[in-house]
Each structure stands twice: as structure tokens, then as C-alpha cells.
């Protein structure tokens, strides 16, 4: 972990007053040595493509050396698109971790892991959209709540075993009304 | 890009041996172009917590700093469990683009976005798992086709009226077998 890294870290954590320097993994209990882990690791997420919407038209257009890995979704008639929410990506944005769902204050703080806010650690989005067809790297999808050039991290096939709750969905009211 | 990059770039599209050092950029198209900008850009995603696997127990260990972004997650069911298939981010498992879907030959030849394979691109993966509780940072689940430890990118909760086809789902001959 870099000096500015752990400083950050030990600001977070209240803990800047009460480590010294030389003893600072020594005085860490697993846990918190573990989430210094976490705060020093990361991985790195590649586009495999753009999202492309002209009119009420929206493809997903995969980047030539990615194409390959499309063999077999036009069997599918429902894809899950992972995209970056690249626009939020910013550390401030990153860092808000309740917000009201859907800007309304009526609706109570959230956290971002209850509800599917396009502000969170980490900025994926998930979408489940309808195939009208796939040709070479481009897939015709019937819509998404994505922006113009949102770049596209991954597709997954839509399939109900796994896909879809066996039984008793509950929600909160908010997400009811 | 720098040097390496643009060389494995060039090398995946054929193209090294047709293009110049100081003409780069003005002999791509527009589409290669945002191709290039594809190979040098990357995301970084950061555990927001692990998964961990006691017998039949699992639960979602969320790092200290995230635990706020659970608030208003047990009014539901099931969350969506985005997580990194560590074991597998090797440049090599990264670049395999088809398989045999279960890892079984008599399954087609298959894109790796038309199956859930576990090597992809960028190895998200996504599993639907059942809440049991959520207490403090720890959310207790039925079940996860992760192994332990695995770091835990994001959380959302499934929501039916986006993430359920209203009509029509159609899936290839593999997977109904």
C-alpha cells in the first residue's frame, strides 16, 4: 500500500491517531488486515465494445478481436449486458453509498447494494435486454437504459435455472409502489 | 498505447506488417480507432468484500467501509452476487473467446458470451443467490457457485420487473438438454 493509499485508509478507518508507523501491519487484527487488502488491490476491466443508439435503435457493437465470443448467442433470445456507468466514474461517486432510489426523497436512504442506483463502488450496471439479432460483432437489442457510448464490459445469456427466483420473491415497499 | 500494447494489438488484427511508426493513427478508420482506445483503456474494479464458505454455509463478508451500502437490503429476497473469478485472471484464460459449454465435447463450440463460462474477457461473474439475513457487514445467503474467498465486486437486489423477460424466452438445444 502506497503512503497516500494508507493514509486514506487509516483516515477511514479512525485509526490515523493510533498506528504508529513502523507497527502498522503488527497492530492490524485479520479482519482489518484483510480489508487492507482490499483497499491495495484492484482489477483492471477492459471494453469489449460500445453501446450504440441512433433513434429509438440501440446495438451493441463488439470490438473486432472480441467478436469470436458471440458464436451461439443468437441461439438466446434474452442477453444480461454488463456496462460501465462511465460517466459517475468519479471517486466522489464511487464513495456515495446511500442515496434516495430513483432521486425521491419520499423513497428511504438506501444503501446502493439495495437498489440499482448508477452510483456505487464499483460501476457496473446490469441490464437484461431482448436480441432482435446478431451479425458479425453487432447484437440488435430491443432497448437499454444506457448511454450512447457506454462502454460494454461483458454479455451473458439469459437462462431461467439460474436466472429467476424458484419461489417467494419479497421486496420493499418503496420498489411496491 | 504504449510499445507492447500497440505491437499485441497490431499482431491480434493482422495488421503489423501494414502499417508504419509515424503513420499510426491517421491509417486506422474510425472504428479501429475506438478499437485502440478499447486496448489501452481499463476500469479498476476493487473488492468491496469476500466471499466465505463454511460447510454448507456461505455468506458475503462486506469490507468495513462498504457496510453502509447494505442499509434496506433485507427487505429482500434474492440478490444478484457480482464476483471476480480470481483464479482465472491469467492473460491466457482472459483470451480463450469459445468453449465447450459444462466442459462437455458434445455441447457445441460456444461463444464465451453466449455461456456462463468461467473464462471470459473480463471475469465477472453473476450468480442469483437467496437472502437468509443480513447483519452488520455480513450477509448470510442459501448458496454460491464461487469458491472461498472469492473477492465480491458488487451487490444488487432482483428486482422482477427488470430483471425477469416479460414473453418469449428462447434458449439453444445445449441448454435445454
Not at 53 to 80: N, Q, T
Not at 85 to 104: A, E, I, Y
Not at 127 to 146: F, T, Y
Amino acid at each position: 500500500m502506497d503512503i497516500s493509499r494508507r493514509d486514506l485508509f487509516l483516515k477511514s478507518a479512525g485509526m490515523a491517531a493510533c498506528i504508529g508507523g513502523g507497527a502498522f501491519a503488527s497492530d492490524l487484527t485479520k479482519a482489518e488486515t484483510v480489508e487492507e487488502e482490499g483497499a491495495k488491490t484492484f482489477f483492471k476491466l477492459y471494453p469489449v465494445g460500445r453501446v450504440e443508439k441512433k433513434g429509438k435503435s440501440v446495438w451493441l457493437r463488439i470490438f473486432d478481436r472480441y467478436a469470436d465470443a458471440l458464436k451461439g448467442l443468437d441461439g438466446f433470445s434474452h442477453v444480461w449486458v454488463l456496462y460501465w456507468l462511465d460517466k459517475n466514474d468519479t471517486p466522489r461517486k464511487r464513495s456515495l453509498f446511500q442515496v434516495h432510489p430513483r432521486g425521491n426523497k419520499k423513497n428511504p436512504l438506501t444503501g446502493v447494494f439495495a437498489c440499482r442506483a448508477p452510483v456505487r463502488p464499483n460501476l457496473i450496471a446490469l441490464s437484461l435486454c431482448k436480441i432482435l439479432s446478431v451479425k458479425g460483432g453487432v447484437v440488435h437489442i430491443e432497448k437499454i437504459d444506457a448511454f450512447d457510448s457506454s462502454p460494454v464490459l461483458d454479455l451473458k445469456p439469459y437462462a431461467p435455472g439460474i436466472d429467476s427466483p424458484t419461489k417467494g420473491v419479497r421486496l420493499p415497499d418503496w420498489l411496491k409502489r
